[in-house]
C-alpha cells in the first residue's frame, strides 16, 4: 500500500517517518501553515531527513497568519493532504498517538460533543499507527534512535485550547489515563455502529420518507448522517435535525434548503439531493 507520511518536523511524526523509512510505498508530506516565522525552515528539515531515507518529498506553503485558528489550520492541512493522496493513489498516514486521543476527547467535551466525540479519529481514510503509543514511548524511541527533531513555538501559546488542555492533563494525570482507557471501548463500539449503518442504508440516489417517520430521533439522526455521507455531504447535528423535521413533516413536491450549495428534494414517498443553483 503506497502511504502518505504527513511529517511536520515535531517529534513525533519524525518517529513516524522514521519507522517507515525503508518502506517503498512511503512518500513525506509536509503543509507549512505560513502562521509562525522561519517556519520554512521547518520544511527544509523535512526535506532533508526524507531525502537522507530516499524517500519522495512534497511539501505545499500557505499564508495563513499568526491569528489563524486551529480548525482553519487543520482544515488546510488536510485538504492538502488529501489531494496529494487522490494524486499519488495512496492512504494518508498522521503520527496521532495515545495523548493527542485524550486531549481531543477533553476538547469535544467542552464543546458539547455528540457520541462520536468520545470516539475520535474514526475516519478510514486516515491511518495512525502510533494510537496505542503515549508520548512517553515516543520520546524513549526517539532517543533510541537518535532522531532529531524540531520545537513549534506554538505548542505552548495559551491561544490554543489544546495546549491549555494539556497542561492541566499534567496537573492531573489521572483524568487523561481515565480518557485513554475508554477510547478503545468507545472506538470499537463506533466501528459497530456504523458497520450497522452500512447494512441499512444503501447508496442509492432517493431515500424513503416513512422509513425515518418510523425512528425515534437519535436513531434517525444516525442513519440520516449515514445518508447524507454517502450522498458526500456533512452536515452538523441541528442541520441534521433540520433535515430530519422536513423529510417527516413537508408536503410532497416541496423543496429544504440544507445549506448554500444542496437542497433536499421531497417527493410523496422519497426524498433526493439537489445542488442548488
Not at 431515500?207 to 425512528?215: E, G, K, M, S, V
Request: charged content about 25%.
Amino acid at each position: 500500500m503506497k502511504k502518505i507520511l504527513a511529517v511536520s518536523g515535531g517529534i513525533d511524526s519524525m518517529v513516524l517517518m522514521h519507522i517507515y523509512r525503508n518502506d517503498p510505498g512511503a512518500v513525506v508530506a509536509h503543509f507549512d501553515h505560513g502562521i509562525r516565522p522561519c517556519s520554512n525552515l521547518d520544511m527544509e528539515f523535512v526535506q532533508r531527513v526524507a531525502k537522507s531515507y530516499g524517500r519522495p518529498f512534497f511539501a505545499m506553503r500557505a499564508e495563513l497568519g499568526e491569528n489563524s485558528s486551529e480548525e482553519k489550520a487543520r482544515n488546510a492541512r488536510y485538504a492538502f493532504l488529501r489531494q496529494l493522496g487522490r494524486e499519488q493513489k495512496a492512504k494518508i498516514f498522521v503520527a496521532h498517538h495515545a495523548d493527542d486521543v485524550a486531549e481531543t476527547m477533553a476538547i469535544n467535551i467542552l464543546r458539547g460533543t455528540g457520541w462520536r466525540g468520545i470516539a475520535p479519529f474514526g475516519n478510514d481514510e486516515i491511518v495512525r499507527p502510533l494510537l496505542k503509543w503515549n508520548k512517553a514511548q515516543i520520546y524513549k524511541y526517539a532517543s533510541r534512535f537518535q532522531i532529531r527533531f524540531r520545537a513549534d513555538s506554538t505548542n505552548t501559546e495559551d491561544k490554543y485550547l489544546r495546549n491549555r488542555i494539556r497542561r492541566q492533563f499534567l496537573e492531573y494525570p489521572e483524568i487523561s489515563a481515565r480518557l485513554k482507557s475508554g477510547f478503545w471501548k468507545n472506538y470499537q463500539l463506533r466501528a459497530q455502529i456504523e458497520q450497522l449503518d452500512s447494512e441499512l442504508i444503501n447508496d442509492s440516489a432517493s431515500a424513503p420518507r416513512d422509513f425515518y417517520r418510523q425512528l425515534d430521533d437519535a436513531c434517525a439522526l444516525e442513519l440520516l448522517r449515514y445518508r447524507f455521507q454517502l450522498w458526500q455531504v456533512s452536515l452538523t447535528r441541528p442541520q441534521l435535525a433540520r433535515a430530519l423535521f422536513a423529510i417527516r413533516t413537508y408536503q410532497p413536491n416541496k423543496s429544504f434548503s440544507l445549506n448554500r450549495r444542496y437542497l433536499l428534494q421531497l417527493g410523496r414517498h422519497n426524498f433526493s439531493l439537489e445542488e442548488q443553483g
